[in-house]
């Protein structure tokens, strides 16, 4: 293997983390939930949980509350009951490990300014959405002291019946700076055992 196609097997073997980024923990679309579930009660296998003392829908494709075609099923986080449900889910998390939580949150898309209020492990955020915002993509980093369950939840607040919409929950696992930096250091020392072959051979 000559000088360059060291440094391109090289290049390529450092790419794939870096361009991978992150481990999957946990992921749910909501893809297979039918649509039109009015104050959705999650089966037990996906994790997922409400709080009683409040409700979420499921609508999306192939129902008649498709408020933004083209993107599966979908959760409304203000259900049919006059009252917004806390829905929550747990992940087994590493201690001392960065974690990252993505979801997509839209507008109600039925006239209204909602606000949701957002929880992963301690670190929270709030987010407000006009009406007509499309779905976009949001990020959370944890990184929990301990080994043990976590949970993330959201909670649209208000209750009228017309929430902001969820969609394209993951929680992923971030490597450390310091792996980074072995590989780096392993593409360095690479080009100069190849640069080194390279000068005994011109002798």
Known sequence: ?????LVVTAALALGSPLTQGAAPIFSDNFDSYPADQLNWTPPTSSG?????NGTVDIHGIGGIYDFIPGNGSYVDLDGSSSSSGLLSHNVNLAGDTNYVLSFDLA???RGSVETVNVNFGSTTASYSLNSADPFSTFKLNFAPSSDGPYSFSYQ?????NVGALLDNVSVLAVPESETYAMLLAGLGFTVFIARRKKRVSSL
């Open 1 to 5: 293997m000559n000088f360059k196609q």
């Open 48 to 52: 997922w949980t409400v709080s009683s």
């Open 107 to 109: 507008g109600s898309h």
């Open 156 to 160: 649209n607040m208000g209750g009228d």
